[in-house]
């Protein structure tokens, strides 16, 4: 099924008519584009602009109009049968590999068998996460301050990716964040 498409633009002439008749006052506003725009109306490629325009604007206010909302409720946190921590919103499971999100599009292992994946257990990762040589050493901290483990070949993105940024404030509706 295609996108919804916006309709064409009328022609001045039929403007200007429901304009002598009825008044600008009546005129909708993709009318009042096309009466205001007079002088370039004329203008094919003003009119494939100006309708290629329309059309992406029409879009992206649709695409904007219909994206659901995400909660805290709409995300589970996951684990699969490889081990790999994820996350499941909206239906669809990413899993984190090395810093990036990882989906598996077809559900398969590469061996073809269906893989698995269920909801994470009560401590069964913890609430934060601890290097494995600092779980050794019986070692932890108030606060994880750790550089990014930076290794070329194995690590995304560059070295400078991994410095700590404050985390966005996430703005309620109304506008507030408290």
């Known amino acids: 099924m295609s996108a919804p498409q ?16 009825e ?13 205001e725009g007079e002088p370039a109306v004329g203008d094919v490629e003003w009119r494939e602009w100006l309708q290629a325009a329309l059309q992406e ?4 206010g ?4 219909v994206a659901p909302t995400v909660g805290p409720d709409d995300v589970k946190w996951i684990v699969n049968d490889l081990g790999e921590l994820g996350v499941q919103i909206g239906g669809r ?5 090395k810093g990036d999100s990882l989906e ?7 061996d073809g068998t269906p893989m698995l994946y269920r909801i994470v257990g009560k401590a069964e990762f913890g609430e934060t996460c601890w290097p494995m040589k600092w779980i050794r050493a019986g070692q932890r901290e108030d606060r994880y301050t750790q550089e990014l483990a930076y290794i070329p070949g ?25």
């Open 6 to 21: 916006m309709p064409p633009l009328p022609a001045y002439n039929d403007v200007r008519d429901k304009v002598e008749l």
């Open 23 to 35: 008044g600008v006052d009546a005129l909708t506003p993709f009318e009042r584009i096309v009466y």
């Open 57 to 60: 604007a029409f879009e992206l």
């Open 62 to 65: 649709r695409t904007a109009a």
């Open 93 to 97: 499971c990413f899993f984190i590999y």
């Open 104 to 110: 598996y599009p077809e559900g398969k292992h590469d």
């Open 154 to 178: 194995l690590s995304f993105g560059k070295p400078e990716d991994g410095d700590w940024r404050e985390l966005p404030v996430v703005q309620k509706e109304g506008g507030s964040h408290d």
